[in-house]
């Protein structure tokens, strides 16, 4: 459950970089005490500690409340948000390279031109989330639903859709080579342009639906 903020209490900007050293910490204790600092701050503390600091890398924010914080531009790579609400939050152009953002509420958020390589994204619902311009090489997507998601011109070399669903999105000019898609389902999916090129061999029944030869995506079909 997502940590919620309690009391105002001011920080000076020694304070909230004091604050950022204790999230990233690897003493049990010194990050408890971030953590517990972060659930009392007001929202427009927390608001502005992030605008203020600027380089997140490597910060503990699991289970926080961070729904409809700008963290565009922000270093947040190795991060770990697993479990936050990020609802309506703008990452336009974020780094987030290996953050965890595994079970993440990310509904309206912005993740436009953001760096999502061998990002965390487990079942994560990104049907309605903008990702135009996001790099999401060796990402791992496992069991995401992508319904209707608009993936035009996606860069997202070895990522892993196994069990994602992304019935009736729209792949055109993707690039997913080579991928891992055990188990997902394209049903309806549009791929025309899309470079597919020996990545549905790794479906589950190991049949290979783009034959040598063939482009993947010279026309639109449905795999499931």
């Known amino acids: 459950m997502a940590r919620r903020y309690h009391t105002a209490m001011p920080l000076s900007h020694p304070q909230m970089l004091s604050l950022v050293s204790l999230l990233r910490s690897t003493d049990p204790d ?3 005490q971030g953590k517990e600092l972060m659930a009392v701050l007001s929202r427009d503390d927390v608001r502005e500690t992030m605008a203020a600091v600027g380089n997140l890398s490597g910060c ?3 289970g926080m409340l961070l729904a409809g914080l700008s963290f565009r531009g922000h270093n947040l790579n190795g991060c770990d948000l697993s479990g936050s609400d990020l609802a309506c939050s703008d990452f ?10 595994s079970g993440c509420d990310l509904t309206g958020a912005n993740l436009r031109q953001s760096d999502l390589r061998q990002t965390n994204l487990r079942h994560v619902d990104l049907s309605e989330t903008p990702l135009t311009g996001a790099r999401l090489h060796r990402a791992d997507l ?3 639903d992508l ?4 993936l035009v011109g996606l860069s997202a070399l070895g990522v892993n859709l196994t069990t994602a669903c992304l019935i009736r999105a729209d792949l055109s000019d993707a690039d997913l080579r080579p991928s891992v898609l ?3 389902s394209f049903h309806q999916a549009r791929m025309s342009g899309a470079d597919l090129e020996w990545v549905l061999v790794h479906a589950y029944t190991g049949e290979v639906l783009s034959p040598a030869g063939q482009p993947a995506g010279s026309e639109e079909r449905g795999a499931r």
Do not use: I, K, M, W
Request: aromatic share 4%.
């Open 92 to 101: 336009f152009r974020a780094h987030l390279r290996r953050a965890n953002l």
């Open 30 to 32: 010194a990050l408890e």
């Open 182 to 184: 055990q188990s997902t």
């Open 142 to 144: 496992t069991g995401v």
């Open 147 to 150: 319904t209707g998601a608009d």
């Open 60 to 62: 503990h924010l699991s």
